[in-house]
T-cell receptor, first 110, second 113 residues
């Protein structure tokens, strides 16, 4: 299917566990982003990437790791999940300003 | 620090009226300003982009203005419909070269029949 897809849609994990959220886009967009959305904060940028093997921190990167070995994939890993990382995570891609978002992953850390 | 403000309270209007949403920002010099729509449980969807040298942009029933002196953007939906009910987000792009967007918290619009 064309577009940007995230998996899983829902995830419950325990404190201290490692969890990886997946993001895949079919447009070959250069830019990819991870945002988290929380009540009272809106969307906040975690990490972004301008191309394969080029990543950089956003506003709230602590506790997260990203990689981009292929243009189409941009996984986000929580190395040791904490309750404060309970949130809805959105992946997005862009080529020229306009961003296309995935449907989101709702992550609950218990 | 950078700050983006959107009306925190929901905007309630009647069908057929024009909805006007506001986005104000401080300590920022964006090259572009974008508006997105977000429905519950879904990701944001792009609506319009306006550049710093453009005063106004239109798309069907949507109109966006961008005043870099006032540091404000207004988003208008004319002839509003119940299907327009959603949360609308403004986003600033500093044209850093990475197209990173900084989002406001959004304003919920409720259009009643």
């Amino acid at each position: 299917d064309a577009g940007i897809t995230q998996s899983p849609r829902y995830k419950i994990t325990e404190t201290g566990r490692q969890v990886t959220l997946m993001c895949h886009q079919t447009w070959s967009h250069s830019y990819m982003f991870w945002y988290r959305q929380d009540l009272g904060h809106g969307l906040r940028l975690i990490y972004y990437s301008a191309a394969a093997d080029i990543t950089d921190k956003g506003e709230v990167p602590d506790g997260y790791v990203v990689s981009r070995s292929k243009t189409e994939n941009f996984p986000l890993t929580l190395e040791s999940a904490t309750r404060s990382q309970t949130s809805v995570y959105f992946c997005a891609s862009s080529e020229s300003g306009e961003a296309f978002f995935g449907q989101g992953t709702r992550l609950t850390v218990v | 620090s950078q700050k983006i403000e959107q009306n925190s309270e929901a905007l309630n209007i009647q069908e057929g009226k024009t909805a006007t949403l506001t986005c104000n920002y401080t300590n920022y010099s964006p090259a572009y300003l974008q508006w997105y729509r977000q429905d519950p449980g879904r990701g944001p969807v792009f609506l319009l982009l306006i550049r710093e040298n453009e005063k106004e942009k239109r798309k069907e029933r949507l109109k966006v203005t961008f005043d870099t002196t006032l540091k404000q953007s207004l988003f208008h939906i004319t002839a509003s419909q119940p299907a327009d009910s959603a949360t609308y987000l403004c986003a600033l792009d500093p044209a850093s070269g990475y197209s990173t967007l900084t989002f406001g918290k959004g304003t919920m619009l409720l259009v009643s029949p």
